[in-house]
């Protein structure tokens, strides 16, 4: 066998068995669109952008630094789920269980969370600009070195959410719990 048909075989072979660049799991991807249902799946890098997942179970998925940009998940559960680094700006969230997420350097610019439940959730260094939280369930969550200029916290409840260096709605830099 020449030289160049073993690199052509050893190449060929290589991109048979490689896993996307992305590292989620296309037949989660997959599965998600076909049922919205995807439990404790892998969707780290995800582009998930613009779609309509309204009511999906996406329960402690991991969705890492996926795009969700524009994405609907109205009523969905995010519970237990990781969104480190995810990309939500614009993103319809109103209802959604985020209950021990960990949404922390996620950037959640204007986005819709209304009425969402959000015990526990980690929030640390995300960007919510803009972002609605009216009514939102925010006991025990952490907040530290998040950013909140903009965002509406009319009805949020914040019992035990941690606040350091947090930049507020006004602006101000709260240095509670630091």
Request: charged share 20%; glycine share 8%; net charge neutral.
């Amino acid at each position: 066998m020449t030289i160049v048909k073993k690199r052509f075989l050893f190449l060929l072979s290589f991109l048979l068995f490689a896993v996307n660049s992305y590292g989620f799991k296309q037949e989660d991807l997959d599965k998600l669109k076909a049922i919205n249902q995807c439990i404790d799946c892998k969707l780290t890098e995800a582009p998930l952008f613009g779609l309509v997942l309204n009511g999906a179970n996406l329960q402690a998925a991991k969705l890492d630094f996926a795009n969700l940009e524009n994405v609907s998940l109205r009523d969905a559960n995010l519970g237990f789920a990781s969104m480190r680094g995810a990309y939500l700006i614009g993103a319809d969230l109103v209802g959604t269980n985020l209950t021990d997420g960990d949404l922390s350097g996620a950037n959640l610019q204007n986005a819709n969370l209304t009425g969402s439940v959000m015990l526990g959730i980690d929030l640390r260094g995300a960007d919510l600009t803009g972002t609605n939280l009216q009514e939102v369930n925010l006991r025990n969550a952490r907040l530290e070195r998040a950013v909140l200029r903009g965002a509406k916290l009319d009805f949020a409840d914040l019992i035990g959410a941690k606040f350091c260096n947090t930049i507020m709605p006004n602006g101000d830099t709260a240095i509670k719990d630091c």
